[in-house]
């Protein structure tokens, strides 16, 4: 079964970090780009980040730059979204999204991180 | 980037047909085909319904339909059925440094 399953989520305080981790299994991670999109509590979708196949190349949304970082690991299957800086905003369930021709095709089941002191 | 304009809300009868609009730019919706849409239930993760305006994933019924005319795309959900009420995302690919964009997000009511 193909399947992406987020972990690393928890309770933060302000101004600190955490690392999200995505399982990637039943299919070859190498193949697809990857990417974060966040939804904070009863709010919509929003695009977060972006790596290509071999983590050559990373994109990411305005409000996090500087702060996030996504990388991957092909040889263990993992892509990880390193956060800090932390800050209420930053609440959200963050999911690991699979690409394919340009849209989000598998989703995980999303990891709760809240921000709060 | 701003985020796509969709209507909070679209209703229909069982059987009947709705119709969600998504409301980009000519940097967006207007200038690729790589518009998607998403449906989410309560507490779920989405799920892709619709990729590159009107191609159907396997395993979704044709019920489903989307287009794109300028920079406005919809999708269309035809014979409506108690477990299609939900939320509806578009999404967009930009080109540019914000990578994608998402819609509003449309609450649909059977």
């Known amino acids: 079964e193909v399947q992406l399953v987020e972990s690393g989520g928890g309770l933060v305080q302000p101004g600190g970090s955490l690392r999200l981790s995505c399982a990637a299994s039943?299919?070859?991670?190498?193949?697809?780009?990857m990417h974060w999109v966040r939804q904070a509590p009863g709010q919509g979708l929003v695009w977060v980040a972006y790596i290509d196949n071999d983590g050559g190349r990373t994109t990411y949304a305005d409000f996090v730059k500087g702060r996030f970082t996504i990388s991957r690991d092909n040889a263990k299957n993992t892509v990880y979204l390193q956060m800090k800086s932390l800050s209420g905003d930053d609440t959200a369930v963050y999911y690991c999204?699979?690409?394919?021709?340009?849209?989000?095709?598998?989703w995980g089941h999303g990891t709760v991180v809240t921000v709060s002191s | 980037q701003s985020a796509l304009t969709q209507p909070p809300s679209a209703s229909g009868s069982p059987g009947q047909s709705v119709t969600i609009s998504c409301t980009g730019a000519s940097s967006d919706v207007g200038d690729y085909k790589y518009v998607s849409w998403y449906q989410q239930h309560p507490g779920k993760a989405p799920k892709l319904m619709i990729y590159?305006?009107?191609k159907r994933p396997s395993g979704v019924p044709d019920r489903f339909s989307g287009s794109k005319s300028g920079n406005t795309a919809s999708l269309t959900v035809s014979g409506l059925q108690a477990e299609d009420e939900a939320d509806y995302y578009c999404s967009s690919y930009t080109g540019s440094n914000n990578f994608y964009v998402f819609g509003t997000g449309t609450k649909v009511t059977v």
């Open positions: 590159e305006v009107t």
């Open positions: 999204v699979r690409d394919a021709q340009l849209s989000f095709d598998i």
């Open positions: 039943g299919f070859t991670l190498t193949y697809h780009w």
